[in-house]
């Protein structure tokens, strides 16, 4: 118990530190909300400089971060200047989103990768364990960008996917079934990049980590006992590897909320990366920072989860041994 | 006492089916609809379109960006309206207007009968408080500036229901276009967060839909964060084709969030929207050839307002501490030297790699398609690498055995050029400048910059020697561009912050820009802009290169489709749209 205390403590001065850090960030970088408007022969100085000063602009950067952290003890996260509203409501229904993508992505990745990496580690050196070897690698040095241009080529051609979105036009008339019909179609092309692109480094992982279980004594015991196939490695070998994959999982968790910002602004999920992007280009900061702290907390939630696990599938650390 | 509390209740159950249901009403006694000249059209449909990215407000008098005001103008409607079709003024909201003797004093005839969205009256009273909201500096609008002639506010005064009187402080040519686009608010919904002091917040994208009203020919039915707003038809518009059948023909008006124009254009390819407009030439190369458009129309409207330039960094940079720009200064103030990067500036070369065709090469910061105000007599420098030479020499430039351009001083010739990472015509326009200037011995480095950076140095810093940016593309008339071109303006890019003139031909422009805006005559108007333009033109503070044309598609079953040059280019008729049956509809989709 003293340890999760420990680690939430640790969590929290995180997000401190990562506040100070993304505000001095935003502060350093060229550049404000409002100098667009200044392109604009119609809207005098005068004005720009009002609406810099109505949302503290001139302000010194230690008073914008009172005034943010105050906000954020109200629960309103800042406040967006391109929206007039609270930076919550605006990330909430947004989280919602690249969750549903990134849940289904993981879920799917470490279904298919831990069934692929038990076997290809059982079949070592044979040429399925090489053609699977070889898939992954490819896989890696491929980058999601062009796994995603790829599939949305491929979607334009076939005429059958969607292209982009979350839901169809006529989405709020539909049946249930209908409705998840329809938001299945619009999910294959980001998890399908989502999944390809994380599957290579589980599979690899998953495939080390029983290698290494694979030429323990007491798998050597187990086999001369006559147990084998499917029992002796997922009953026995399995959890023995689990070790190592916990924080794999943690790390998993963790990229829930940022681990497909990119894949989002390409295939029009409306998830955290199109408004992380397009707030970050206007420079609505609190947007900004509002999201970074939102993928913050996952990710420290991610490595206290990795812990629990760890505690609770090996003996030798609930013991204190390791 | 029950028969009268009955007949309440049915009254509030009717006014709640009016504004329940988006039906176009029948029209009463005593509206004074305007009767438009479109082509007849059917009832029913729903029209897709992408946005690149969302909009961000549904509030007229704060919103900024693009997205928010191309539905926000589905939404509003404004007392004069720009059609941008003539690029003429017309009425809309406003019956008649006539305008004093001495050009300051504005009377507006309202139609009479008229009702929001939500099926209240419009009258006299909502044009006082929406100029009243316009005209507050609290409230900030980006608009304000517009409406402030002479360094005074227009003066609002209600007369009777249906008329306002608008005072000016002094004339002001082509008055009328200032109210385009002025959206008439409800007072009725929005009174009370003025006198709150919380305009700013109301009309979010959060605001429910009831709560909103205005006299576009939609209103909002419905918005989902990140991925579309869709509006359904305002059944009390004020419009009507000549069988008198109230407009908007389309049911439905739905805007879907993509993020940027290929999505744009993979949407459309995809069928899975119906309009597409600002198309770059590259995707409108590769729309137009595609099989999978067919049943779609692709339309090149002709060159832009916009205007795209090279400006040299002419501020004072006494305060600035960058010394090596400064010095490099003494080549960017010669006007010969500016002239010579003219000169040796292919444009037409501009226009066939970086536009592909699509687009015209420029020398004035007015484009050929800006019927009213565009100066035939211009000179049109040709691309003339000897002009050029003789120019620098003239100047005291020479050249090194190695083709090195060196100053009177021995100084070689290098300078950095910045532009926008998020713009790849003007990246592509950059790389070819660099060409061209190598040519002539200069050394030009293109340095790309995120567009708010860029913005940073150009305004704040000064920290760049040259810059390719682009401007216009709002109004045809100049006077949106005066601070452009006033040496004062906040727009004056090549020397900001100017207190006074620097240079004598800026003084002299700034005479004919302010004679200009308060000449009524359009001939003697025009004759002073063409002064203007010249000037501009002989002494090359920005170094004109290209206008884009404007590129359009859209389903071939799309009736009474007009895009037009000025903004917005396909939707300005959007009441008159409507989709003709069995003419390669939409599968599944289109009446």
């Not at chain 2, 969030?257 to 407009?277: H, L, M, Y």
């Not at chain 2, 002989?538 to 290169?545: C, D, Q, R, S, T």
């Amino acid at each position: 118990m003293k340890y999760l205390e420990r680690r939430v403590i640790h969590g929290l001065l995180l997000l401190i530190g990562v506040s100070i850090l993304c505000f001095a960030l935003s502060a350093a970088a060229p550049g404000n909300f409002f100098d667009e408007m200044k392109l604009n022969p119609q809207i005098s100085p005068s004005t720009v400089a009002g609406l810099r000063a109505r949302y503290g602009f001139d302000q010194p950067l230690v008073w914008r971060y009172g005034h943010w952290v105050e906000s954020v003890l109200r629960g309103e996260w800042g406040y967006s200047f391109a929206y007039n509203c609270p930076v919550r409501s605006l990330l909430l229904v947004r989280a919602r989103n690249t969750l549903i993508l990134t849940g289904l992505a993981t879920l799917l990745a470490w279904l298919i990768a831990v069934p692929l990496g038990v076997w290809t580690a059982n079949r070592r050196g044979r040429w399925d364990d090489r053609l699977s070897m070889a898939s992954t690698s490819l896989l890696l040095s491929v980058p999601e960008l062009v796994i995603a241009l790829v599939l949305l080529y491929w979607a334009v051609r076939i005429h059958t996917l969607p292209v982009g979105g979350m839901a169809s036009v006529d989405f709020g008339g539909l049946g249930v079934q209908a409705k998840l019909f329809d938001l299945a179609l619009h999910l294959v092309v980001p998890v399908t990049t989502l999944v390809l692109a994380s599957l290579p480094l589980l599979v690899r992982h998953i495939r080390a980590s029983m290698i290494e279980v694979l030429q323990a004594p007491f798998v050597q015991a187990a086999r001369a006992h006559g147990i084998g196939g499917a029992r002796l490695l997922f009953r026995y070998a399995l959890p023995a590897a689990a070790n190592p994959l916990s924080s794999l999982l943690g790390l998993s968790v963790g990229a829930l909320l940022s681990g497909s910002l990119l894949v989002e602004v390409i295939t029009g999920w409306p998830g955290l990366g199109p408004l992380l992007l397009d707030a970050a280009l206007a420079r609505d900061i609190y947007v900004v920072v509002g999201a970074v702290m939102a993928s913050t907390l996952f990710m420290i939630f991610g490595g206290i989860l990795a812990d629990i696990l760890l505690v609770a599938v090996d003996p030798r650390v609930r013991l204190g041994k390791v | 006492m029950h028969r009268w509390g009955c007949f309440a209740t049915l009254l509030l159950a009717c006014g709640h089916a009016c504004f329940a249901s988006s039906a176009p009403q029948p029209p009463q006694h005593g509206e004074d609809l305007l009767v438009t000249d479109n082509q007849i059209g059917r009832y029913g449909g729903t029209l897709v379109l992408a946005q690149r990215s969302e909009p961000k407000t549904l509030n007229p008098v704060t919103a900024a960006d693009a997205p928010s005001r191309e539905v926000i103008g589905r939404l509003t409607a404004d007392l004069i309206h720009i059609n941008r079709w003539t690029q003429n003024t017309e009425p809309a909201l406003a019956k008649a207007w006539s305008v004093s003797n001495d050009g300051r004093v504005f009377t507006v005839k309202l139609r009479h009968g008229l009702r929001f969205s939500d099926g209240q009256p419009f009258d006299a009273d909502d044009v006082v408080f929406s100029f009243q909201v316009y005209l507050d500096e609290n409230v900030h609008s980006p608009q304000r500036d517009l409406l402030v002639v002479g360094g005074k506010p227009i003066k609002v005064q209600k007369i009777d229901q249906y008329s306002v009187r608008f005072t000016l402080a002094q004339p002001y040519a082509a008055a009328e276009r200032i109210f385009d686009s002025l959206a008439m608010m409800p007072r009725h919904l929005l009174e009370r967060p003025y006198k709150a002091g919380q305009f700013a917040q109301a009309l979010t994208l959060n605001t429910p839909p009831a709560e909103i009203a205005g006299m576009g020919p939609f209103r909002v039915k419905q918005y989902i964060p990140g991925q579309r707003i869709v509006l359904e038809r305002n059944p009390f518009y004020w419009k009507a084709d000549r069988s008198k059948n109230r407009l908007p023909y389309l049911d439905e008006l739905v805007f879907l969030f993509v993020g940027n124009e290929d999505a744009q254009a993979i949407r459309f390819q995809a069928g899975e929207t119906d309009i597409i407009s600002r198309l770059s030439a590259e995707n409108y190369a590769l729309l137009s050839k595609d099989v999978a458009t067919r049943g779609t129309d692709f339309f090149d409207l002709g060159p832009s307002l916009e205007y795209d330039f090279l400006v040299f960094n002419l501020n004072d940079l006494r305060s600035k501490n960058l010394d090596s720009i400064a010095a490099k200064q003494a080549w960017f103030q010669a006007v010969k030297f500016r002239q010579a990067v003219s000169s040796a500036i292919d444009r037409d070369s501009i226009v066939k790699l970086v536009y592909t065709g699509h687009g015209a090469a420029l020398w004035g910061n007015v484009s050929p398609s800006n019927k009213l105000w565009t100066d035939q007599m211009l000179p049109h420098t040709p691309y003339s690498l000897d002009r050029a030479r003789e120019l620098l020499k003239s100047e005291g430039f020479s050249w090194r055995s190695d083709g090195q351009l060196i100053d009177r001083q021995g100084v070689a010739v290098e300078f950095s050029v910045i532009t926008s990472t998020s713009n790849a015509q003007r990246m592509k326009m950059a790389t070819l400048i660099q060409d061209d200037l190598g040519k002539l011995g200069m050394n030009v480095h293109v340095v790309p910059l995120e567009f708010r950076a860029l913005l940073d140095r150009v305004f704040q810093t000064y920290d760049y020697e040259a810059s390719i940016m682009a401007l216009g593309g709002g109004d045809a008339d100049p006077n949106p561009e005066m601070n452009v071109w006033l040496s004062n303006g906040g727009t004056h890019l090549w020397r900001l912050g100017e207190a006074r003139p620097a240079t004598d031909w800026e003084a002299l422009i700034d005479q004919l820009m302010q004679k200009q805006m308060v000449q009524l005559k359009y001939k003697e108007r025009k004759h002073l802009y063409d002064q203007a333009q010249e000037i501009i033109a002989a002494n090359v503070p920005f170094v004109f290169l290209a206008t884009p044309n404007i590129l359009v598609g859209a389903r071939k079953n799309l009736g009474n489709f007009k895009p037009a040059i000025l903004d917005p280019n396909t939707l300005w008729n959007v009441e008159q749209l409507y989709f003709i049956p069995g003419n390669g509809a939409r599968p599944g989709e289109k009446p």
